[in-house]
């Protein structure tokens, strides 16, 4: 045959003559190098060997000197050109790794410079996290749904599907918030799903609890991703719908036990969400890691319906060496607007100090229109924050809100600073006071209040409308709930001082509030600003870690864009690029070496 004119005919004669290949002198390790190049390595001269246009003699017969002698491999894939080219799979392509999870060792790869890119940084995280740098490169579905199956199946042939799972809310391909059962299958998809994953385990004869992962299109097109062969983070929430303790169910199995239900058991009762309580910084990238020491914990487990699972407590350390999971939060509700409601309620109460969090991030996520109506896909955080999360938006209520609250915040301060064991410091002390005139600071804008007061009941008035907030004021406690114009909120004092800098968090998210006298107010508009540094010139590292690789030396030129370094934390790596192209001036790092956040690593001129 001409490759040239029947280049295809090849590999067809390839596929049906597959007895031909059975022998141990050769091996097909590449079909599709170029149009017109098929290469089989070979050791005598066998039949498809001459049909082929190029073949290349890797060694003697014995199988550890010839195709499993990986130099000789090598070798012959440099001289011919040979190419494991993913364009075969047309862009875009996941690199994952083959042993992996969790979204490490995951690219998505656009073009073949990213497919370089993802390889090398792919394979190393793999290594690292798993201890295999083995890839697995698949052609990637754009704009889907990530939803899961379930599935349980004993030593005896039994098998069942226990409904799905809604994990389409991920960042950097790792999931950050689930729920069951989704807003998008209706019964029919649901039950081809549950069916094909139930074929699936049964057909490698699996035994155990195990979740079989479905991409699934705006059609209801669904397609197989993987099998994890284990218990999922995310599985409360399955126990929460369904009534079935999971790992009760997997300890049976393994004793030998034949399931106790049948699928027609199997009922979806209300629903559940769960959110992944990370040690993050949410205003990068979605999420990069935060080390430190939980100064002070609480969970919100006293609300009804809430559910956490955890391995921490007030005191644990947060490291750079493993997954910076805090904990699963889950809710349940007889309906899915409980459920989110019951979710909303439990990541205010939530206390969690000494390192940074994600919480900011997880409510605005369920309180966000699209998600509450269901429209979501994997694509939902970088296209709804495509300058990279802000936080909460305040609205000129919200604004008022705030401001209101510490201000009333502020004169319980003052006016507890006043009294000892409830009674006043100086029994000379005058009447108390009944009303404040006071300005309060807040995202580079002032207001001016009046405030008054009648027992545990503040009247504050900004700009021209009063806002009445109500409430115990304990300031030793580490909530703050209050009613604000008979809404009841739960908002957290997260840290104040006598200059009346005060950190509020509210709505999930930190606002940092400045409450001042009038005359001090006056006074400050004198001080000196601080000059911000220019970020332009310095690369310091975005989160604490270990640097794997410096790439530039003193006096090299970069370009805009250019790889610097690259940081690995908990288990992921992270490259780290130019922002301009300019001259390298100095490097303060090295690899192998310890980095903070915020530490310098390389200085421009």
């Known amino acids: ?29 590449s079909v599709h190098v170029k149009m017109n190049k098929y290469l089989f390595l ?42 494991a080219a993913t364009r075969s799979y047309c862009y875009p392509v996941m690199i994952k790794a083959s042993a992996g999870g969790g979204g490490k060792g995951m690219r998505i790869a656009w073009n073949d410079d990213e497919t370089r ?19 697995l490169i698949e052609k990637f579905v754009d704009n889907p ?45 649901r039950r081809a799903m549950g069916e094909q994953a139930v074929q699936l385990a049964k057909a490698v004869q699996y035994s155990s609890a195990g979740t079989v992962e479905f991409l699934v299109d705006s059609n209801k097109n669904f397609y197989f991703l993987e099998m994890n062969t284990r218990l999922q983070v995310e599985h409360p929430i399955t126990e929460c719908i369904t009534g079935l303790d999971l790992v009760q169910q997997m300890i049976r199995v393994a004793k030998g036990f034949p399931l106790l239900h049948k699928q027609e058991d199997i009922p979806i009762n209300g629903w559940a969400i769960e959110s992944r309580v990370y040690a993050e910084d949410p205003y990068k990238s979605f999420g990069l890691p935060s080390i430190g020491r939980l100064s002070q ?58 390192v940074t969090h994600n919480i900011p991030l997880l409510r605005e996520i369920i309180t966000h229109p699209r998600f509450i109506s269901g ?67 807040l995202e580079k804008g002032s207001h001016a209040v009046a405030v008054s007061r009648s027992g545990s009941t503040f009247t504050v008035e900004v700009d021209g409308v009063k806002v009445e907030v109500s409430g115990e004021w304990n300031l030793a406690s580490a909530l703050l709930p209050v009613t604000i114009n008979r809404t009841p909120r739960v908002l957290q004092c997260l840290s104040r001082d006598a200059g009346g800098d005060i950190t509020l968090q509210y709505l999930g ?35 604490p870690g270990s640097v794997v690789a410096v790439s530039v030396k003193p006096g090299d030129v970069v370009a805009e864009g250019q790889e610097i370094c690259v940081i690995e934390a908990m288990k992921m790596q992270n490259s780290l690029i130019a922002a301009k192209a300019a001259k390298v001036k100095s ?10 956040e915020g530490d310098l690593l390389v200085q421009l001129e």
Not at 125 to 132: I, K, L, N, T, V
Request: proline share 6%; net charge neutral.
């Open 42 to 83: 070979s050791v005598p001269p066998q039949v498809h060997v001459k049909m082929a246009d190029e073949a290349v003699c890797v060694g003697p017969a014995p199988t550890n000197k010839s195709y499993l002698n990986m130099d000789a491999i090598m070798d012959a894939i440099r001289k011919t050109g040979s190419q």
């Open 117 to 135: 890119e993802g390889f090398r940084l792919s394979s190393q995280e793999a290594a690292s996290s798993f201890g295999d740098d083995r890839l």
């Open 297 to 354: 914990y609480q969970e919100p487990i006293n609300l009804p319906k809430v559910r956490v699972d955890s391995g921490i407590q007030e005191g644990s350390d947060i490291s750079i060496y493993y997954d910076p999971m805090i904990s699963k939060l889950v809710t349940y509700g007889a309906t899915r607007a409980e459920a989110l409601q019951r979710m909303e309620d439990a990541l205010d109460n939530y206390v969690i100090r000494g």
């Open 145 to 189: 749904r990530h939803i899961e199956i379930q599935v349980l199946a004993d030593k005896h042939g039994n098998a069942l599907w226990l409904n799905e799972r809604e994990c389409s809310i991920q960042r950097r391909n790792q999931k950050v918030v689930e729920e069951a059962p989704s807003t998008f299958l209706d019964p029919e998809t």
């Open 1 to 29: 045959l001409e490759p040239k004119r029947h280049p295809f005919r090849v590999i067809r004669w390839v596929l049906q003559n597959k007895s031909v290949l059975k022998t141990p002198f050769c091996l097909p390790v």
């Open 587 to 596: 490097v303060h790092c090295k690899a192998g070496e310890t980095v903070g």
């Open 375 to 441: 429209d979501i896909t994997t694509n939902f955080l970088p296209e709804e924050y495509p300058e990279g999360f802000k936080g909460h938006q305040l609205t000129s209520e919200g604004r008022r809100e705030l401001v209101a609250t510490a201000a009333a915040l502020y004169v319980s301060a003052q006016l507890r600073s006043q009294r000892f064991l409830g009674n006043l410091r100086v029994s000379t002390t005058p009447q108390e006071r009944r009303q404040w005139e006071l300005c309060v600071e």
């Open 509 to 543: 998210t930190q606002f940092k509030v400045r409450v001042l006298s009038q005359l001090v107010s006056t006074l400050s508009a004198h001080m000196p600003e601080k000059v911000p540094e220019d970020t332009s010139s310095i690369l310091r590292s975005p989160m």
